[in-house]
């Protein structure tokens, strides 16, 4: 893979006061903006804050739905281990903006997390390849008829954090999104930054 090119994923701009800046997303590489803090426009700002979000993610989908699944995957698996190894760090980054103890959102966030990761690892071929419906799904009329149900990805999916388990949810609806060929757009709930923004940076080492 070459983690040069525009990565499928972006991390949308947590809402803000008018004329409020946050730190871009990610890194010197495919997931985002430079690592050095720069002004990012706030979600309410309007659509302008969003279409240059929109036409990276659009122009890095058509790679990203091309390569391989495997290659895909692969990028999970390396992502799973990091958060393995950071799980006490997204755990306190999520307890901290939920005011919750760091143990509560080890095992109801970063544990299944890395259960989702694995289960991707595991059942995204089997869940993705082309299907052949069987003779007892289709009508009698079409008995003579053959179909096969290819999965296509959407392109760019938008995915909008919620503020109870903004890792957790965010992250493994944008892991089944990424797999499935996608582009990601991530917007996090007001207040929950800061996990999804570490979720972001070691999904981006997971390319590396």
């Known amino acids: 893979m070459n983690v040069d090119a525009p990565s499928p994923f972006q991390a949308g701009p ?7 800046s946050l730190p871009a997303p990610g890194s010197g590489n495919p997931l985002g903006g430079p690592r050095v803090p720069a002004p990012v426009p706030a979600m309410n700002d309007g659509a302008d804050s969003i279409l240059p979000l929109f036409a ?11 390569s391989p699944l495997a290659s895909r995957l692969q990028v999970v698996r390396r992502a799973r281990h990091l958060f393995a190894a950071s799980g006490l760090r997204l755990a306190e980054a999520s307890a901290a903006c939920r005011q919750r ?30 299907r052949r419906p069987g003779i007892l799904t ?18 760019v999916v938008l995915v909008i954090g919620p503020g109870n388990y903004p890792l957790l949810l965010a992250g493994v609806q944008a892991l089944q999104a990424l797999v499935a060929g996608n582009a990601v757009l991530l917007k996090p ?20």
């Open 101 to 130: 103890p760091a143990a509560e959102a080890l095992t109801a966030e970063v544990l299944p997390l890395a259960a989702a990761c694995r289960f991707l690892e595991r059942a995204a071929a089997r869940l993705l390849r082309p």
């Open 56 to 66: 990276k993610a659009r122009l890095s989908q058509g790679r990203w739905a091309v």
């Open 189 to 208: 709930a007001p207040g929950s930054a800061a996990p999804v923004r570490l979720f972001v940076d070691l999904l981006v080492c997971g390319l590396a």
């Open 14 to 20: 947590e809402p803000a006061p008018q004329g409020a």
């Open 138 to 155: 289709r009508p009698a009329w079409l008995g003579g008829v053959h179909s096969e149900v290819r999965r296509e990805p959407f392109g």
